[in-house]
Each structure stands twice: as structure tokens, then as C-alpha cells.
């Protein structure tokens, strides 16, 4: 078992919570439960244009309905800007930031380009006065961790992406810096969160290494996806979840996981069932590895 475990969920405030986005957070709210850990919801307002107003606070209502509230007071990223700017001013004092005004299409204009979407490096040597992006430097080599659903995942980050933005010309903050920096503030020691932000992980770690904060375990789990293989998102127009019916939209998320119903009649009777189930496919191996550590140290 993880000492202290922590987890968290970490929606971003763009439209009501679907079925994707429960799958996401019931997964991450079993396993803490699971570890005997704590559950943190963090919102990640970073982007007020892509904001709808109210959802926030509905997706945190929504999730209260079936079952699922924050052990610790909401961190809003709207309220963590010194955070990010302390983190940013670390990052360009150990010589790993640059300003980038590259447009999108200049960037791509060029069928020379080996690196076929990765950023050239373009503005690393140039004097380039704000407004500007901000670029984190990436240095060659491949980054890799063992992710507990997917196994081992590396990747080359200067050759697919390159050098990427750490804050927008605007000034809005990067996902990618934002999260980092906030994982580490609340002391997360485990990230349950969807397949399609497995490639992101590399870029994290990247960040974390030059900042010097840890690395969380990472459990990156298949994402729902609509009849015609799109994954679920506002985009394409995923239902809104309402949870009038919360043991049913609980029992669906659950069989996205992977499991067979629980047939459980009330949220209480769902989440002890799910709980142990959570447990016996996550956590055995774990706990089976530092059982034969214990026996190994006494012999
Ligand atoms: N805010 C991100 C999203 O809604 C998730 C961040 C994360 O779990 O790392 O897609």
C-alpha cells in the first residue's frame, strides 16, 4: 500500500460532467478509497475563454449526488497564478525557458522540416521581446515511467514535440506547467486519469525533473468512446449526466472500467462493493510485492 496516499480529480470547468469524464473520476475516488487515501477535486479554470460559467460548481454538485466529495477544500487554478509565475521564474533562471513568437503556420510551412510537427527550436537563440510565449527547453533523450494500467511508456519529447509552451502569448497558463505545479502543491502521490493524456506524462515528468518535484505513479485508463469511436467530450456533444438515477450512471461508468455490475441498490452498497473489487484488481499486486518484501526483510 501507498503511505499517504493521494489522489485527485482535476476537471476542467468547459461543460457538465458525461459519462467520460465520471469514468475518470470514479476511478481515481476508487482507488483512493481503495489505498485508504485521500481524494482531492481540483478545478482547472486555467483557460476563461474555453469556461462556461457555472460549471464548476455543477460538476462539483453532480459528483456530491453520486457520492464522491473532496476530503480537502477545492483548489481552484484561477487562484494559484503566483504559483505558476514562481514556477516559470525557476525554470528560466536554470536557463530552460525561452520566448517564442513563431505563428502556428509558420511552423508548419516548412516540408523540409524533419522533425514533421515538432517545434524546430526556432527562437531558442533569438531576442524576441514580449508579448510572447513562453517555450520550456527540451533537452535530447527519450523520458519513460511504468504506468500501472499501460506498463512501460517512453517517449522521445524533443523529437516529437520539441521545445513546448509553458505560458501563451496572452498569458494564460499551459496545462501541461499548471499541473505539474499543482500536483506537487497538494502532494499527489498518484494520478488516475484517462489513456488520451498518457502522451502528456513525458512532457510532466520533464517538468518536474527541472523543477525538482517528484513524479506521481500514473494509472492511465481506456477512455469511453461514442458508436463511432470518437472519445466522449462536449465536442461530440457527449449527454450531460444529471444523477437522477446515480446507482445507474455509477453502475455505467463501472462497466467502462472493466466490471461486471455490482447490482448494489444504493450508492453506500455500490461504492463498498466496488471498492473491493477496485481493490483486488489494482492493489493485489501491490500489496502481494511489499507482503514478500515484509517476509523477505524478517527472514
Ligand atoms: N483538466 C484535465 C482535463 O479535464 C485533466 C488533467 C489531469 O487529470 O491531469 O482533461
Redesign the pocket.
Known amino acids: 500500500m501507498v503511505r499517504n496516499y493521494r489522489g ?5 470547468p468547459t461543460g457538465p460532467l458525461h459519462q467520460g ?1 465520471l469514468v ?1 473520476a470514479l476511478a481515481s475516488w476508487l482507488d483512493a478509497r481503495a489505498h485508504c487515501g485521500k481524494w482531492l477535486i481540483r478545478i ?1 479554470n486555467i483557460d476563461p475563454p474555453r469556461e462556461q460559467r457555472g460549471a464548476a460548481a455543477e460538476q462539483i454538485a453532480l459528483l456530491a449526488r453520486l457520492g464522491m466529495t473532496s476530503d480537502e477544500p477545492i483548489l481552484y487554478q484561477s487562484s494559484r497564478s503566483a504559483a505558476y509565475e514562481a514556477a516559470l521564474q525557476q525554470l528560466g533562471a536554470a536557463g530552460r525557458t525561452f520566448r517564442c513568437n513563431c505563428t502556428r503556420r509558420l511552423l508548419t510551412s516548412d516540408p523540409a522540416d524533419a522533425l514533421a510537427g515538432a517545434y524546430p527550436g526556432t527562437c531558442r537563440s533569438r531576442e524576441v521581446p514580449p508579448p510572447a510565449a513562453t517555450r520550456f527547453l527540451v533537452r535530447p533523450g527519450p523520458v519513460g515511467f511504468t504506468d500501472r494500467a499501460c506498463g512501460w511508456f517512453a517517449q522521445n519529447v524533443e523529437q516529437t514535440l520539441g521545445d513546448f509552451v509553458v505560458q501563451r502569448a496572452d498569458g494564460l497558463w499551459a ?1 501541461q506547467l499548471a ?1 505539474i505545479v499543482d500536483d506537487a502543491f497538494q502532494a499527489i502521490t498518484d ?1 488516475v ?2 489513456a488520451d ?1 498518457l502522451d ?1 506524462t513525458p512532457r510532466q515528468m520533464l517538468l518536474q525533473q527541472a523543477l525538482g518535484l517528484p513524479t506521481p505513479r500514473y494509472l492511465h485508463l481506456p477512455v469511453v468512446r461514442d458508436a463511432a469511436g470518437r472519445k466522449l467530450s462536449k465536442q461530440t456533444r457527449a449527454r450531460p449526466l444529471d444523477g437522477k438515477n446515480a446507482v445507474g450512471e455509477l453502475e455505467q461508468a463501472w462497466s467502462h472500467l472493466g466490471f461486471e455490475p455490482t447490482g448494489a441498490g444504493s450508492i453506500e452498497d455500490f461504492q463498498q462493493l466496488a471498492i473491493s473489487a477496485w481493490r483486488r484488481r489494482w492493489c493485489q499486486s501491490e500489496a502481494v510485492r511489499s507482503e514478500s518484501a515484509a517476509l523477505q526483510a524478517r527472514e
Open positions: 485527485r480529480f482535476a476537471p476542467s469524464s475518470a482547472e496545462y499541473v494520478v486519469r484517462g493524456l502528456n
